[in-house]
């Protein structure tokens, strides 16, 4: 397996076939780190910091992701995707966890470097591990607690 080095926007453009907004740097390397990352309305967490609280779902329902992705959020009314992307064989997913704050989107489990991607937010890289994907909380003005909406 060949690991990609300096994997940049415009690399995850040809993949994908999505196209991010102009103010986005297209050439710049996108960082991955191996800790919480957040991008707009979604939150990725390593599930470490979620034992307890995320338990995984049955070992069947992974699928590998694709080299075009696997959109994890849409933003409201149908606006711009949250899209996973991996090379060949490095990342499966599942859709569903149980969540006893019920913001979990799925898990992920990655062996080499994964992107998150998205055309108003540009991407970020998640280095390799076991991530869980919720919606981000915000508390509004009001003291309520609800879901960031992208």
């Known amino acids: 397996m060949v690991m990609r080095m300096n994997v940049t926007l415009v690399d995850l453009c040809h993949q994908t076939g999505l196209v ?6 297209f ?4 960082p991955v ?9 979604l939150i990725v ?3 470490a910091m979620l034992a307890g609280v ?15 992705g696997v959109v994890l959020l849409r933003g409201e009314d149908g ?10 064989g490095v990342c499966r997913w599942i859709a569903g966890a149980h969540d006893r704050d019920r913001l979990a ?3 992920f489990e990655a062996t080499a470097p994964v992107y998150l991607l998205h055309p108003e937010h540009g991407a970020s890289g998640c280095a390799p591990g076991t991530y869980v994907v919720r919606r981000q909380r915000e508390l509004s003005g009001r003291r309520e607690v609800r879901l960031i909406a992208d």
């Open 27 to 30: 050439e710049a390397d996108i």
């Open 20 to 25: 991010p907004l102009d103010h986005l740097d």
């Open 54 to 68: 995320v338990s995984t779902p049955d070992r069947a329902g992974w699928t590998e992701v694709p080299p075009e």
């Open 45 to 47: 967490v390593p599930s």
């Open 33 to 41: 780190i191996d800790g919480l990352q957040a991008q707009g309305d």
């Open 79 to 88: 606006g711009n995707p949250h899209t996973l992307v991996a090379d060949p």
């Open 105 to 107: 989107l799925g898990l």
